[in-house]
Nanobody
Framework: QVQLVESGGGLVEPGNSLTLSCRAS????????RAWFRQPPGKEREFVGV??????????AYANSVKGRATIFRDNAENTLYLRMDNLKPEDTAHYFC??????????????????????WGQGTQVTVSS
C-alpha cells in the first residue's frame, strides 16, 4: 500500500509561485507513474500533470490550462514529487492531489489524465489564489 502526503498549499497572490510536495511511503516511488490533479470549488477533479515511471521513460505531460506555468520534478532520494506553479491565477484555486499507479503498462496520454487510472491518492493540499 502506497501512502502519499501532500504539503505546501496556502494562500498566494495572483502572479506569484508555489511549490507543492508529495512524499511517498515507498522507497521506489520513482518507478511509479505519478500525477497531480486538482479539484476547484464546486467542480470535478481535473488533471494537472503527470510523470511516467522510470521504466516508462519519466516523460512529463501537462494539462493545457497549466502548460507553461506548471513544472513537475522529483527528488528520488527523498521519494518526493513536486509541482511548481508559476504565475498563479485565481482560477488555479483548488484542492491539489497527488496520485500514483504502478509504473507498468504503457497508457495513452488520455488515459494518464484519467483519475480512475490511479489507485493511490493523498489527502490533498489547498491552494487559494487571491489578492
Amino acid at each position: 500500500q502506497v501512502q502519499l502526503v501532500e504539503s505546501g498549499g496556502g494562500l498566494v497572490e495572483p502572479g506569484n509561485s508555489l511549490t507543492l510536495s508529495c512524499r511517498a511511503s515507498v522507497s521506489d516511488f520513482s518507478s511509479y507513474t505519478r500525477a497531480w490533479f486538482r479539484q476547484p470549488p464546486g467542480k470535478e477533479r481535473e488533471f494537472v500533470g503527470v510523470i511516467t515511471g522510470s521504466a516508462l521513460g519519466g516523460n512529463k505531460a501537462y494539462a493545457n490550462s497549466v502548460k507553461g506555468r506548471a513544472t513537475i520534478f522529483r527528488d528520488n532520494a527523498e521519494n518526493t514529487l513536486y509541482l511548481r506553479m508559476d504565475n498563479l491565477k485565481p482560477e488555479d484555486t483548488a484542492h491539489y492531489f497527488c496520485a500514483a499507479r504502478p509504473g507498468v503498462g504503457r497508457l495513452s496520454p488520455g488515459s494518464l489524465a484519467r483519475s480512475e487510472e490511479y489507485p493511490y491518492w493523498g489527502q490533498g493540499t489547498q491552494v487559494t489564489v487571491s489578492s
